[in-house]
């Protein structure tokens, strides 16, 4: 039941947020302290997420299997940085059938270790290679403040683990993964990313380079929403994972990694949600018309409900995802706030009038009011929804991406970007020296989010100390 | 590479297994004691077993959703006989960030608790009611003899949990899910499940009955494979699951926990294997059709290639799943054994002679040697290999199906009795104590699998004791 208003994004957008995955019914707090219960509407989204980057690994080449949830604590200290970054995290099982354990076993905050160890029993030969696995699976970080989707003890994600025979197919597979990433925020969720390296601090724990879509949420910070990381040589040398070569020589692997996670969740609802609720973008949304029919005396119902059905025959047949809303105890109003609170694209309205002129009534999520508003013959229907929804799509990508230029700035000089960061992006020259990059968190806040690619050879500044620099990255507060 | 010779079956069945799940690389053995790796073709079954389930899940009405991996102790004590049944088998979370917990996590052996936890929250009125709600995930019981696939600490499964107003729903809820089992099992698996109850001392620790749905293995021992129980009010009662009923008085609910787990990949493999290795079921198997081109010489190659990619697409066009395996360092003989090995139902091999001819030559994995090879035109091959893998899936189930009614004995007394489980069935009459229930498992390590649904109303004696009794089971020795 989701009648109440919401707090408005520009009262306390946090609020807010905290208020839509709650009453759209998305997820709940475990009672378990930082773990999630991801209630039935937000693992719909969830599994067309799941399906639609499925599609693509598979595309590119990629199959599916299971590792280990517990790793031996030993193996994580293999990869000096890897334990480092990881081990203030940790959840360690001590006891197992009631007894204690000789080695401690931690509970996976991801899996490059156990793989690792994998791999280097599977493979022998180049003939074995490449290899290309994902996992879908959940991990366990020990964070300290947690928020619902955007940062849990226990997440749910896919992990992609793959080895090669040399640096340059690992390095071409670390950005083809990150283009597939950018490839489905753009296209499935409508969430306008930038594709981009991380910086030496930013990146993840035993990776030689990481790569990062970012995306800007409404309160204009950047949400980091899928990382794809060129691992070097440094896992293969810590896990032995070796190949002999054609000419008979024994080498060390090439590997990378790379995952998305219930996280992106978040950046739905916060790119593209309103002061009424979540809007689903179509290709993921989880229901994408609902259908209220609307009647007052016993007549008008059994005209209006067979026509319902006929026409939720007809939707589903071309395989829109639709429902009908024919609860007897609630009000139209109440069900249109209520589907509006969980996003769903399109609405329908069958009332007797329709019934009489052969038309139904539409109400798209993504304009509010008369504006989204329209009456459509019965005839044709399913197609002029088809189109209908499209549109939705392409609208909301746009306006999400409006929203992010026109929140991307280029800061003249080092007192603008403090500034500009306030509320908004600074992209700008950067010197690469973690100095600087340490002295802008420092003072405003702001992280580089990114150095994004296809940048044009250029010379410039430093915002920060006014050194030569070559590349401009995107400076901005995050998640 | 998988050419070499599995110990027969009937030498030692126990090695025959554990040799195909590692040559068919289904699994491997985990660098932690006791944990499973799922190779990525053992992972491709699971995943057509998941989808094969989840359909049906969703067509009986139900939902998916994600409940957390961490139980606190104490949710496991709630119920008495459930933490009696599940604590020497857990495994225990006792640090986590460092820190010493206060109350330690259990890695959830089954969800019960915590889904019980969160119904209590969200079950208000007899509106909210049914919940049907299903997970897929891992659990973990600690167990001192595993098993790949059979019996391992780590397994994936899924588990459905439902809530309902009425002892009558919540009954033939559970009915309703070993339906679904079964159905599965059979039309899916081509694996001849018996639906039946379980006796109380085998049913699950918290429920008020359980049933399962029980497999022969070709070694004739009996291997749960799915198992739906109704839990009566006990959960509700423990965790406060409330709803007010129509007449607003409060009352509590009735529950079900059903699942079916990766387990059931050693039911496909141990019904269906033989000893040239894995033989799938057409619907379920990742790789229904496996092509290989046979050639000699440079032009020989060119003019056999460009039919395999001609068949590959047009077999692929109508949904077929199937593979061409073109390596160049194997003979087709060693690819004919691999393939064998993999359980890859159908085999088309293409070359010069079926070039000039128009001809293709299909093995059956089903029927060795020349009973399972034919040669067919290529006009209309996709047409005619849909025939033979239909054809296929019912030879299997025909066969399974003789080979355990062949092997379920009706013993005249009980020293025969004691006789025909070391290698089969007792189907007999039983009288319901558990004193019998007990000397029959300790003479012939042989356990009451189940009590089978739909048998006729009639009288006999217990064939262990000689009392009167009211309906049969069935004796097994079993996994």
Redesign the interface.
Known sequence: MSNEKLTPRNVDFSEWYNQIVQRAEMA?Y???RG??????Y???L??NIQAALDKRFKETGH??????????MS?LEKEKEHVEGF????????????EKLEE??V?RPTSET?IG??YS??IQSY?DLPVL?NQW??V?R?E?RTRLFLRT??F?WQEGHTAHSTEQEAREETMRMLQVYTDFAVNEAAVPVIPGIKSQTEKFAGANMSTTIEAMMQDTRALQSGTSHFLGQNFAKAFEIKFLDENNALQYCWTTSWGLSTRFIGAIIMTHGDDQGLIMPPRLAPIQVVIVPIFKSEPETAAVMETVARILTELKTTGIRVKVDDRK?VTPGFKFNDWEMRGVPLRIEIGPKDIEKGTVALARRDKPGREGKSFVPQAGLSSIIGDILTDIQKSMLARATAFRDSHIFEPKDYPELTEVVQNGWAYSYWCESEVCEAKVKEETKATIRCMPLGQEESHGKCIVCGEPARNKVYFARAY
Do not use: H, Q
């Not at 773990?35 to 039935?40: A, G, T």
């Open positions: 709940d475990a009672p378990v773990c999630m219960v991801v209630r039935p937000g693992w719909a969830w599994e199959v599916n299997a299971a590792f280990p949830l517990f790793i031996p193996f081990s203030p995290e940790l959840a360690v099982v001590t006891i197992g059938g009631g401690p076993l509970v156990i160890a994998m029993k599977w003939r696995i699976g959940n366990v020990w300290l003890l226990e749910y105890e």
